[in-house]
């Protein structure tokens, strides 16, 4: 019987396996056009992706951010890096509708096509109980992290859709930067939290949205990561001597770094995750995947 079934098995042909995305070791965003936001800060995960796009290959990318002091540092360093990338640096306020839909008729005037828009442009909102948090600075939180992605997704869905010689098919990948403080309380102050809650669900509601069209629409939710937004808490653990706190209520006990969180952002954007759609993705070390817990105790 097991001779049998061994000549069985090695005269049995398998069918090939259907394949959407290529190597995964190799160069997962050759010749896609990219845009990315909120690019300045030396220790963001902006430029973090943005190293990771053009290693992986991608044809033209937009570095962009409203304060562009670092920009072109960072273009500079991309060109020399990586020289098949065409990079463009662009300084414009996210939420501003006209800059917003500029940026993406360039892309698609110069190049064809738009595949890839990472809306990573944010600010961390107010530092203070919900009770003091002034209405004005409630309504600048949203406007910088929710219009941003509105308008973003309003407007790269559209050049998503067009096609032409080099780009037959409808089709690409919207990424947005929510936080794991969009996911549950305690990570966030309120202005911020409500904020980041909206992206999710603006990712999930226009994922459905553009039903048909192949556009994929997903968020990404850091937990504590150290860049340009969180380094006071970084300096002040170091001048303490209590760095080695940082993240120690997550089960990874330690934070994260942007490049974490660009590797992730490099996964959405690559044909590798053709079929994740409308979903949120914590990066968080595992922060948000259980209530606040401590072991051995129940009162």
Same mark, same amino acid.
């Given at each position: ?55 992986n290959g991608v ?62 442009a944010g600010i ?50 919207? &990424?947005? %930067?929510?936080? =794991? @403080?969009?996911?549950?309380? !305690? #990570? ?5 939290? $409500? ?12 994922a459905f949205q ?14 504590? &990561?150290? %860049?340009?937004? =969180? @380094?006071?808490?970084?300096? !002040? #653990? ?5 760095? $080695? ?40 070390? !595992? ?13």
């Amino acid at each position: 019987m097991a001779n049998r079934l061994a000549q069985f098995v090695g005269h049995l042909e398998l069918s090939p396996i259907a394949q959407v995305a290529g190597n995964s070791v190799g160069r997962r965003l050759e010749g896609k056009v990219a845009i990315i936001t909120g690019c300045n800060s030396p220790l963001g995960i902006g430029r973090a992706t943005a190293h990771q796009f053009a290693y992986n290959g991608v044809r033209a990318l937009y570095v962009c951010d409203f304060d562009g002091s670092h920009l072109p540092a960072l273009q500079r360093e991309i060109a020399a890096s990586y020289p098949g990338v065409q990079v463009f640096a662009r300084t414009f306020d996210a939420a501003d509708e006209a800059a917003v839909k500029a940026v993406v008729d360039e892309a698609v005037k110069d190049h064809g096509r738009l595949d890839v828009f990472f809306a990573n442009a944010g600010i961390v909102g107010s530092h203070v109980p919900v009770t003091d948090i002034p209405i004005d600075q409630f309504m600048w939180t949203m406007r910088v992290n929710v219009s941003s992605v509105f308008l973003a997704v309003k407007h790269a869905s559209k050049a998503m859709m067009f096609t032409g010689p080099e780009k037959p098919q409808s089709g690409g990948s919207f &990424i947005a %930067t929510a936080s =794991t @403080a969009g996911i549950r309380s !305690g #990570a966030g102050a309120t202005d911020y939290s $409500a904020s980041k809650a909206a992206v999710i669900n603006m990712m999930q509601t226009s994922a459905f949205q553009l039903s048909g069209t192949n556009i994929r629409c997903n968020a990404v939710c850091p937990g504590l &990561i150290e %860049t340009g937004m =969180t @380094a006071a808490v970084y300096d !002040g #653990a170091r001048k303490r001597g209590t760095e $080695a706190k940082i993240g120690q209520i997550n089960p990874l006990k330690r934070g994260g770094n942007a490049d974490e969180i660009a590797r992730v952002a490099l996964f959405l954007a690559s044909d590798e995750s053709s079929y994740v759609n409308a979903q949120f993705w914590a990066v968080d070390g !595992g922060l948000s995947g259980s209530h606040p817990t401590m072991p051995g105790r129940m009162a």
